[in-house]
Nanobody, 125 residues
């Protein structure tokens, strides 16, 4: 059974940075297609970024392009989301996701089999 655990959320000021981590346990997930999604209060969950199985391809939502960077470490079985130049509209619960079967890169949340419980990110102005 694959389990994902996010960490690194917190409170940051506008223009600040945070790095989220998503560590997999139960199986080696680093070769899975993986992604980050977020859900703000009263809104639908939305795509943030995705990384391919090999790690060679990435994709970003337009709202975070140039500010966020997704990556993964094979040695640590961990995926990261580096968030810079943060804005109040980045405030949300951030979820990581992984899938073993589909890919190589997945943008739709319905195509992911495994999910973490989320970590809160709050950007204050």
């Amino acid at each position: 059974q694959v389990q994902l655990l996010e960490s690194g959320g917190g409170l940051v000021q506008v223009g600040g940075s945070l790095r989220l981590s998503c560590i997999g346990s139960g199986r080696t997930v680093i070769n899975y297609a993986m992604g980050w999604f977020r859900q703000a209060p009263g809104k639908e969950r939305e795509f943030v970024a995705a990384i391919s199985r090999s790690g060679s391809s990435t994709s970003y939502a337009d709202s975070v392009k140039g500010r966020f960077t997704i990556s993964k470490s094979s040695t640590k079985n961990t995926m990261y989301l580096q968030m810079n130049s943060m804005l109040p509209e980045d405030t949300a619960v951030y979820f990581c996701a992984a899938d073993r079967r589909r890919g190589p890169i997945i943008l739709k949340d319905s195509d992911y089999d495994y999910w973490g419980r989320g970590t809160q990110v709050t950007v204050s102005s």
